[in-house]
């Protein structure tokens, strides 16, 4: 911890305006936090929540994942600004219900995510991050916001199987390893 809280007040001197950090080691349960009041702007880290959701619809309707369905682009919607790009869904393209949770989350598919969250089960969304103890977050609101422990909420969620299946957590999990992103969450942390 103390590691990690001089490197942020280094940062800070170089420009840096805030920061934070909660760490969890699940197996053994130990954690500290650093500046865990601040909120941040999910952006595309609400992913997670909406692979969860779709996984959560999935338990009652079993084909669901096998659903194809033909993507298109909602006319005159701006898109988010992408910061990274990688592949993406293709404009009539038929594709899977998992196949698009793959574009989304391997690939940070902003196309795949605004399509899928146009086709999910909006009360299964925010029923997730209320049994979370999370305020539930609203697609139009540009001022969400979630601290650092309350967005590590959904990974303890999947790492427990706390909140899906055992085998669907394992799905999501291992999807999220898939990711080619590497410059957020994954940045600095070793292969394994």
């Known amino acids: 911890k103390k590691n990690i809280e001089d490197y942020i007040a280094n940062e800070k ?31 595309s880290l609400l992913k997670v929540g909406v692979l969860i959701t779709y996984l959560r619809m999935a338990e009652t309707d079993k084909e669901l994942l096998k659903k194809e369905i033909e993507y298109h682009a909602e006319k005159g919607f701006q898109l988010p600004e992408e910061h990274f790009q990688s592949e993406s869904v293709s ?4 594709y899977t219900i998992n196949e698009l949770l793959r574009f989304m989350i391997a690939y940070s598919d902003n196309k795949a995510t605004l399509f899928l969250e146009d086709h999910m089960d909006t009360t299964v969304f925010k029923n997730e991050f209320s049994d979370m103890g999370m305020t539930p977050p609203r697609f139009s609101d540009p001022n969400y916001r979630l601290n650092a422990k ?6 303890k969620a999947l790492f427990n199987a706390g909140y899906l299946r055992k085998r669907a957590s394992e799905t ?3 999807l999220l390893s898939e990711s080619v992103f590497k ?4 940045k600095g942390l070793p292969q394994n």
């Open 13 to 43: 001197q170089k420009g840096l305006t805030s920061a934070s950090v909660y760490f969890r080691e699940f197996t053994k349960g130990q954690w500290f936090g650093i500046n865990l009041t601040e909120k941040y702007d999910p952006g």
């Open 91 to 94: 404009e009539g393209g038929k």
């Open 150 to 155: 309350e967005y590590s909420m959904l990974f």
């Open 172 to 174: 999501a999990l291992s």
């Open 183 to 186: 410059e957020g969450l994954l």
